[in-house]
């Protein structure tokens, strides 16, 4: 588990990868979902991320960062965001755990 603190700091570590500026970074409880993106550049990250491993928390962050840039969930995106995580060594299709965790990101506005 880590700390708000340092989990928007993971945040905004990989927002200066990518070069993307989130204006708003909240963390709290959501039931149905890991994360959302406002159109307005607001994210926002489930409590329950904290307790997950840094690894499954970069897919996560990566995911809601691209969104800053790119809304839809096409290929582009999707080649985008395995080479942002293979940059670091994740392997975001060699998770198991991801396929319900992917499936559970639902941006706010489609
Ligand atoms: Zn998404």
């Known amino acids: 588990m880590i700390t708000i603190a340092d989990f928007k700091k993971e945040v905004l570590d990989w927002a200066e990868e990518i070069g993307v500026y989130p204006k708003e970074i909240h963390v709290r409880k959501m039931s149905r979902k890991w994360a959302s993106c406002s159109s307005k550049g607001r994210l926002t990250f ?4 904290l307790t ?17 840039k790119y ?7 999707n080649a985008l965001l395995s080479a942002y995580l293979a940059k670091k060594g994740i392997a975001k299709t060699k998770q198991p755990f991801m396929v319900p965790l992917v499936s559970m990101i639902v941006p706010l506005k489609s």
Do not use: D, G, M, T
Not at 46 to 49: A, D, R, V
Not at 52 to 68: F, G, Q
């Open 46 to 49: 489930s409590y329950e991320l």
């Open 52 to 68: 997950r491993p840094k690894e499954e928390r970069a897919i996560v962050i990566v995911h809601e960062l691209l969104h800053l």
């Open 71 to 77: 809304p839809s969930h096409n290929k582009f995106f």
